[in-house]
């Protein structure tokens, strides 16, 4: 035998056991189960049973997105799924926060025919007496998830949480004209931080 075919049968019996010994070294998630068995999902669209005016459509959303984050179970539509998630808001609260401000002027300008007082003389309104600049969003939710062969109660739990947020800025912020819109923006953007929130708890305990 040459040195050189000697050497590639050296070299090959020097490579097998590496290769075998690589083989040892196998990463697997056979580990992360599904829920019971559950392989597809759906979310129901999301159930309203308060009386608040609230986007509830971004609660919707939001449990979607973490369900395809998650990646436990694959999101589908209700006739394609293994079981089914229903969510329903069963409280929500949109309330002043914080400290109110009193209203400056306690009295009205004396009544006078010759001299005419400015508008901006008179106090407000009782309603407008005080105010705050800040308002909470509190949401509470139930959640319901059903096998949908047998029919069975898989998962079954409440949830809540809040968040307060800038709803009356100065003027030389936000010009008056604007200013609901500006208070429906932070709204919005208050609520889908809790509907974040309450779905990242959601998901992660019905697949953990």
Known sequence: ?????????????????????ACA????????????????????????????VIPHE????????????NGRVTLT??????ALMVVTITGARVNPAGTPSQEA?????PESDTDKKNPEDYRNIRRAGTWTTDEAVTVGVHVNVYDLKSRALLFNR?????????????VTITPTESAFLHYDESLEARFKAVSDTLAHSIVNDFLM
């Open 77 to 82: 539509n209700q006739e394609e799924a293994d």
């Open 25 to 52: 070294y196998r990463f697997t998630n056979t580990a992360m189960r599904n829920p019971l068995g559950i392989q597809t999902l759906a979310v129901e669209s999301v159930w309203d049973s308060s009386r608040e």
């Open 158 to 170: 409440n949830y809540s949480s809040g968040i307060t947020f800038k709803s009356l800025r100065p």
């Open 1 to 21: 035998m040459s040195i050189l075919t000697h050497a590639r049968s050296l070299g090959i019996c020097l490579l097998l056991p590496i290769i075998s010994g």
């Open 105 to 109: 002027l306690s009295k009205d300008p």
């Open 58 to 69: 971004l609660l919707w959303s939001a449990v979607q997105r973490e369900i395809v984050k």
